[in-house]
């Protein structure tokens, strides 16, 4: 008797046994193990032969990606198979730390002769396992968040060349396997040139697809995030659901939702692996979008930064060293100190205020947040269009401003009507036209020699720099840093270094200042420079930006 059928467990207890068998091992029918289900765990102890050693191992759900029921091709063979897919964290082997390792267990189930009776059995454990898996609850700081059933309908989007260009490998090595473990249907396209992506999802039938994913750089989601702003339904197309996968050199996004899962700092495949276990797991979270507008280019939309002065410089002069993928930025950052210059320009903000926020969460806090901060949509599925409700607010600390800024004197100012220009997209509500001055209400900076200006909206700037440690997606803010001309060439090496874990705040540098703010104004002086958005070049001159909050949706497990 190769099992019992399952009855749930009589006992009254916290986490009562809702499932029991006892089942043989998929190509070894000599070993037995009892199987067991809770509403959290799955517990595997082997029976026979008799057990040496350790003889039980009890996987979390939480860590469950899909669990499936079928039968092999030989009629000749009554059973039915079942197999489920974990990806714990655990230990490795060759380092310290932890990351999702998978875990696969395959069970044969023959109690009964009649192979669709065997077949219903192993069903009906499937279905259980993933049903319980999807009612998990994840505690995060003790907030609770609910999980959402898997994406449907997925169009994966790749690009063969990003990174050391092996995104397509990797896809095959490691995505498409588990995409295929948690039953998530996808429909592969490999993009063939800049701006293909763009072009794709702004021409989209949007009722055909339920999710957007990229696994690439982060380039190629800029282009589908403008893309889908770019469309006349552009209220709908912004909710759908978008994930990415790393598969460039920068994956600053990715490596920012590994960090919001709470998981210790990875990289490289397992930063893979990851990602791909939260896109599973089929979480969405609000993400804040900042409207930019440049002299005479149309107004663009970033989920990642902008970057002015030595950020920008390295990010587009690394690019000759792709070839050593994320490593490229620390090759391009020891370039740029030997020449380091000066870039002047005039630099003005309108600051996050504490009454703002206080103000926004009273009208917007009916969703529960990861990490206190980072939003869930709450129990419904990506199958679903997520709801209009306007997105949800957070508490977060007082913006700390230079000692050497000028805070203009306050006067109440309308809404710029000309800097919106009738285009697609929210209208901007805080920025006046570029050739007026900065509003009343904002801080004027009176340095006008920097070394750098970086502006940040999610929390790593690349795998390896965790720029924004406050940051979350859909905090309504613009992480805003800038390093004074002054500093020596060792104190910014000092300041990077210590950015790779995030304690770049802790080096008291004197020529660093950080504030939160929800609109900047960027004048370059210089008639030549680079400025750069999400990583990409964009038309060098006078910027002004402003964070809308919670605008897009992202997958983040």
Sequence with gaps: MDQRRAEPERNSGINPVSLYGEFTLTGNRKVRYAVSLTGTDLTVQRLTPTPVGRNKVVLSLKDCVGCRAYRENDNADPAAYLSAYFYPLRRRWMSSGVSRQKVEHCFRLAALQDPRANLEEAEKWARAVRERAARQQYLRDGVSMSELSRPCRMMLLVNPQSGKGQALTLYNNHIQRMLNEAGV??????????????ELVKEADLSQWDAFVIMSGDGLL??????????????????????ILPGGSGNALAASIHHYSGASPVSSEELLVSCGFLLCKGLVSRMDLVSIHLPSSPR???????????????DIESEKYRHVGAARFTVGTLVRLASLRVYKGKL?????????????????????????????????SVLCRPSR???CENTFHNSCHSNNSLKVRRTESTPSRSTNKSLNGPPDSLLLPLDQPPPGDWVVVQEEDFVLMLAMYQSHLAEDLFAAPGAVPDDGCIHLFYVRAGISRTALLKLFLAMEKGTHMATNCQHLVYTKVRALRLEPYS?????????????????????HRGLARLITG
Excluded at 305 to 313: C, K, L
């Design 185 to 198: 249907p996808h429909t592969l396209v490999i993009t063939e040139r800049q701006n293909h992506a763009r």
């Design 222 to 243: 800029f282009e589908v995030i403008n893309g889908l702003l770019e469309r006349p339904d552009w209220e709908e197309a912004i909710r759908t659901p978008l994930g």
């Design 300 to 314: 663009l939309f970033s989920f990642l930064s902008m970057a002015w002065g030595f950020v920008a410089d390295v």
């Design 348 to 380: 003005a903000y309108l600051p996050a205020t504490e009454d703002y926020n206080k103000d926004e969460g009273l009208r917007n806090n009916v969703t529960l947040h990861c990490n206190n901060q980072a939003s869930s949509i709450g129990p419904a």
């Design 389 to 391: 409700d306007s997105p």
């Design 527 to 547: 008639p030549k420079g680079t400025i750069t958005v999400d990583g990409e070049v964009v038309e060098y001159g006078p910027l002004q930006a402003e964070v």
